[in-house]
């Protein structure tokens, strides 16, 4: 049995399709968002197969991009644990509450799997110098693929990313480019330099195979599950690519016979200073706009524009999930609850979902019969720069 089934590339918007075995971006006649696209009928046979595979996330090499298996560069990322969230479900009263912790991904984060997906698909293409911009933890993912890959790391950052993805970029042997600015500001120098130096820019959704990655958390989420999915899914959202991911995972997996037709309502969260999604969900537009004045301690969802909006906000409608933003001192708030409660200390981005929660089931918007899954997308020993004076430690 082949390791892929990957058979093109084709585009999220106007459908146009592509070889995918040259190295693309994004669409040549649009430029919006190319998907992975496998032959489902053939790849349907491998559910039976997982029960003896290893707990990573290339267990559902099938659906993955990487044709020859010795260019897959792994560190164990993926098969996180589904957490049973008990003493916080009785304090916020939603008894069937999980959570899902990407914070023991290795470099800390979910980022993990878009970079060990993106790197590997990038060696297998005969790419060796990468580049990227990124708002703190795709970074230093990237940077801990390509080393041990043997690719070369180029980083853009905002000067006020957290303190360990400075630093963690740095041991991993990349070359970090500080910038005076914010997300955008550090993916238009990327692409400069890019052009400049014959880099390949692995921003994400701006190249087909970091989606491919964060998607695997939804085939996790119904394998974990017993191949049945949540009624909701709360996600903390940057560039979006999480919750896009997972939407394609559903849809292969119907596909494929894994499971049925019914999806979980996926509910976007956004910081209340930045909320491209958000507010474009409320105005009824499919597309967003350029959120001014970005502000969050949430590093990572502090993306003031994302290319793949229309795909976050499509999933949102289709499912009849929302959008709702909360405030750093919840988010902060929410940190202390799955620290306490749980023994998960979470990224500010994590902490956002428990007060996002709190709003849903005040809202009636979620009910207390409903299986809700909180994405815990990194851990919070990332963040103690910004989560210890938040929490009256350190300055
Ligand atoms: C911890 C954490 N959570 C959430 C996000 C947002 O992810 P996405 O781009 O999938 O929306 C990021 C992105 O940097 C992140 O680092
Ligand atoms: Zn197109």
Not at 176 to 188: E, K
Request: aromatic share 6%; net charge negative; hydrophobic share 40%.
């Amino acid at each position: 049995m082949p390791d892929s089934f990957l058979t093109n590339l084709e585009c999220s918007y106007c459908g146009a399709t592509y070889d995918s075995g040259e190295p693309m971006r994004t669409c040549t006649a649009c430029e919006k968002v190319l998907f992975a696209r496998y032959d489902l009928d053939r790849a349907a046979g491998a559910r039976s197969e997982l029960r003896d595979r290893e707990p990573n996330m290339w267990r559902y090499r099938e659906v993955m991009p990487v044709k020859d298996p010795t260019n897959i560069i792994t560190l164990g990322e993926g098969m996180t644990p589904i957490i049973r969230a008990e003493r916080l479900a009785a304090e916020v009263g939603s008894p069937g509450l999980l959570l899902k912790d990407e914070g023991v991904c290795p470099t800390g984060s979910f980022k993990a799997r878009g970079l060990s997906a993106a790197v590997s698909k990038a060696k297998e293409l005969g790419l060796t110098k990468l580049t990227m911009p990124s708002a703190g933890n795709a970074a230093g993912a990237m940077a801990a693929y390509a080393a041990a890959g043997g690719l070369e790391a180029n980083v853009f950052m905002p000067k006020d990313a957290p303190f360990a993805n400075r630093a963690e970029c740095i041991a991993y042997g990349a070359t970090l480019t500080l910038v005076d600015g914010f997300i955008n500001d550090a993916g238009r120098l990327s692409a400069e330099a890019a052009a400049e130096r014959g880099l390949f820019d692995v921003s994400t959704l701006k190249e087909p195979y970091r989606a491919e990655g964060k998607k695997t958390m939804g085939y996790e989420i119904a394998e974990q599950l017993g191949w049945s999915l949540p009624d909701v899914i709360v996600y903390p959202t940057g560039g979006g690519t999480g919750i896009v991911g997972m939407w394609k995972a559903f849809d292969e997996m119907e596909r494929m016979g894994w499971i049925g037709v019914e999806r979980p309502r996926m509910v976007v969260v956004q910081a209340e200073g930045c909320a491209p999604i958000v507010t474009a969900y409320e105005a009824g537009e499919r597309h967003a706009t350029l959120f001014p004045n970005p502000h969050t301690l949430a590093a990572g969802m502090r993306v003031p524009v994302a290319i793949g909006d229309y795909l976050v906000l499509d999933a949102v409608r289709e499912s009849g999930g929302t959008a709702l933003t909360v405030t750093d001192d919840e988010m902060v708030q929410g940190v202390k609850d799955l620290a306490s409660y749980e023994g998960v200390f979470a990224a500010p981005e994590g902490g956002a979902l428990v007060a996002a929660l709190r709003k849903l089931m005040d809202s009636g918007t979620v009910s207390r019969d409903e299986r809700v899954l909180l994405l815990v997308t990194g851990s919070g020993l990332k963040y103690l720069d910004v989560l210890g004076p938040a929490m009256g430690i350190g300055s």
